[in-house]
């Protein structure tokens, strides 16, 4: 894992893109419609954020509320999107899908990671609302391109979650457990220095970037301060100081 923490930023446009860069982010994340909890975005404005900003983009795949994949037509409709925004440049991705029992829809998500023919992508926050968090895991082991969790330990955020997060990092490494944690979902800068010394090195966050809340864009400062909080305690960690 890199020394530096990552830090990825959810972006809804090109203004909310352009204040997470020059805030530090390494990484956004680009939806629409987070009264959804973050819908795919047009390709417009993924070519508008694109063009833009030279951080890399991680596009949601997800076409309406909830963590179903839906019929056989609303998967279809998906895949052409991906297809759609492969074709304008996106080469990272954020998907993810449960059945009606809470377990992964393994076909379902084994049809779109085809159609991304071996794009980098995370398997988002339905992992939170798994019913078995380990099965799920172990059966996504091996899907080409996945990279990363992002989670928050428990669908109630980051609070509950903390010891399951834990948990899992000291897993790092088994079969199921190779991909980077990123933690993201009621995350505050309070969280970082535990994350941190469990070897979490990955932190998403959406309205900790806002000032004024979801109807307001990504503030540059705000996003400064997590960059600024993670390098400090990340130093810190790396030289065994208490933080």
């Not at 973050?38 to 993924?46: C, D, E, Q, Y």
């Not at 809340?213 to 960059?227: K, L, N």
């Amino acid at each position: 894992m890199s020394k530096r923490a990552v830090l990825e930023v959810i972006a809804l446009d090109t203004e909310d893109a352009v204040a997470a860069q020059a805030g530090g982010a390494d990484r956004l994340e680009l939806v629409t419609d987070m009264a959804a909890d973050g819908l795919t975005p047009s390709v417009a404005t993924f070519a508008g954020i694109r063009a833009a900003v030279d951080v890399d983009l991680r596009v949601m795949l997800r076409l309406a509320d909830g963590f179903a994949a839906g019929s056989a037509d609303q998967t279809a409709r998906l895949l052409d999107v991906a297809g759609e925004l492969r074709a304008a440049g996106a080469d990272e991705f954020v998907l993810g899908f449960l059945d009606e029992d809470g377990a992964v829809d393994l076909a379902a998500v084994e049809r779109v990671v085809d159609a991304l023919d071996g794009c980098r992508w995370t398997f988002h926050r339905a992992i939170d609302r798994a019913a078995d968090r380990d099965a799920l895991r172990k059966q996504l082991d091996g899907q080409p391109g996945l990279d990363a969790y992002l989670t928050a330990g428990s669908a109630a955020g980051v609070d509950d979650g903390l010891p399951t997060l834990c948990a899992e990092a000291a897993r790092y490494g088994e079969p199921g457990y190779e991909q980077r944690i990123m933690v993201g979902g009621g995350l505050r800068l309070e969280h970082v220095p535990r994350l941190l010394s469990a070897g979490i090195d990955a932190f998403h966050i959406g309205g900790a970037a806002r000032p004024g809340g979801w109807d307001g864009p990504v503030g540059v400062e705000a996003v400064s301060q997590w960059r600024n909080v993670l390098d400090g305690a990340g130093a810190a960690a790396a030289a065994g100081v208490e933080v």
